[in-house]
């Protein structure tokens, strides 16, 4: 933990922490923005708002135009269609594009880029040129406390762990106290453990000071754990923005089914409000035209039932996971064996049945498949 201790827990998300620190987060609005480098489209009519402290993670595969986001909103690129607004000033879009240095706006990357040459201090000191000598080195030497480092302060980048030179770049970041932060993969080039000690502490700096912060990131896990909501981004189109919570119980599409948690998809058949799968059927609770459906699964929405009910299946392969056991088993109709935890008694070659569960069942158009 790299926080300065406080004796009160830090605050939940937004204003509160902000009064604390005297920080103002700010609002960001997003309005249908584009951009297009020549032929490849990166963004395409993106729309999104992030109240004030919020932490947003924008969720995608390589390519799909995450960091082009974020450099849009630093101001360090211009958008080719839509509009920024920080508050209530529009600082990027219909013929404004105002600078990154007055946008408010902090930036932390994967690479940490800190200058080798410059000491800690310097290098946290080197968005406050502004001030003056002694008192942009109070703020930094406040920065690298905040973050645990004040004792590093005159060592060099080169000297330091992966985890102390992020926490550096954090402080840097945070230096010029931005109205709004973004990161970018900060902690992909992390070993495992340090990674998670590092986000954790990261993130309750975050919360400490209320700011407003968007995590661009790759990895699903670590958008869940680190934001209050995530914007699920594909191919330049932002798919869905909403809580973990929700995108896990509600996707909008099998491909936001699939970027958050373990999914089974098959196809159906909606008749009469009733829905029809290789696994049985079920009662459809939202309406649902007639015809072929595509059906994704939650594990949880597959279980396994008293012999002679349900749906037959075999047992192909029994293996201890620790806490639990995992069972693959074979159903008609299905393409590929279900992959089950909290198995039976069962042997590989024994029969089990199987039904389906309320809850954890999406439905969409066939033509939906991704
Ligand atoms: N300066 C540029 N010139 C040309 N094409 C670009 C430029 N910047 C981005 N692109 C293209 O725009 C698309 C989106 O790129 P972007 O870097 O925003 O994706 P990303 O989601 O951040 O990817 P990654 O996770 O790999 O960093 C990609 O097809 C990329 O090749």
């Known amino acids: 933990m790299f926080l300065r201790r406080r004796t009160a827990p830090p605050p939940p998300a937004g204003q ?7 920080l103002s987060p700010a609002r960001l609005d997003i309005r249908g923005v584009s951009r297009r480098y020549g032929r490849t489209p990166a963004l395409e ?41 920080i508050d209530d000033r529009r600082v990027a879009g219909r013929g404004r594009d105002e ?12 690479d940490y880029a800190l200058f080798p040459h410059l000491t800690v201090l310097a290098n946290v000191r080197f968005g406050l040129r502004h001030l003056s000598s002694r008192a942009a080195r109070a703020v930094a030497l406040e920065r690298l406390a905040e973050v645990g480092l004040a004792d590093r302060a005159d060592s060099y980048p080169g ?49 400490q000071g209320g700011i407003s912060a968007i995590l661009v990131t790759h990895d699903a896990a670590e958008a869940v754990e680190f934001a209050d909501r995530i914007a699920l981004m594909r191919e330049g189109r932002l798919v869905q923005c909403d809580t973990a919570e929700r995108l ?27 829905l029809t799968t290789p696994l049985g059927t ?21 279980r396994i039932v008293p012999r002679g009910e349900g749906v037959p299946g075999r047992i192909l392969r029994r293996r201890f996971v620790g806490a639990s056991t995992r069972i693959d088993v074979e159903v008609a109709g299905l393409d590929a064996p279900l992959r089950l935890t909290a ?27 991704s």
Do not use: H
């Open 45 to 85: 009519d993106v729309s999104l708002s992030l109240p004030p402290g919020e932490i947003l993670a924008v969720l995608g595969r390589s390519g799909c135009g995450k960091s082009t986001l974020l450099r849009l909103i630093a101001g360090l690129d211009a958008p080719d269609a839509g509009e920024i607004r």
């Open 282 to 302: 079920l009662a459809l609770t939202d309406p649902t035209p007639d015809g072929s459906v595509r059906v994704c699964l939650r594990p949880e929405a597959i």
């Open 159 to 207: 000297t330091l762990s992966g985890g102390e030179a992020q926490r550096v770049a954090l402080a840097r970041a945070l230096a010029p106290r931005p109205r709004v932060l973004l990161l970018d993969e900060p902690f992909s080039n992390l070993d495992a453990g340090t990674r998670e000690r590092v986000r954790a502490d990261t993130l309750a700096v975050l919360r």
């Open 248 to 274: 896990y119980r509600a996707p909008a599409s099998p491909f936001a089914a699939r970027a958050l948690g373990d999914i089974v998809e098959m196809e159906g058949l909606a008749s009469g409000g009733r």
């Open 343 to 369: 198995a039976p008694d069962g042997i590989a070659g024994d029969g089990v049945a199987l039904g389906l569960a309320e809850g954890g069942v999406f439905v969409f158009p066939a033509a939906k498949s």
């Open 99 to 110: 600078p990154p240095e007055t946008r408010g706006v902090g930036l932390m990357f994967q």
């Open 16 to 22: 509160d922490g902000a009064a604390k620190t005297g």
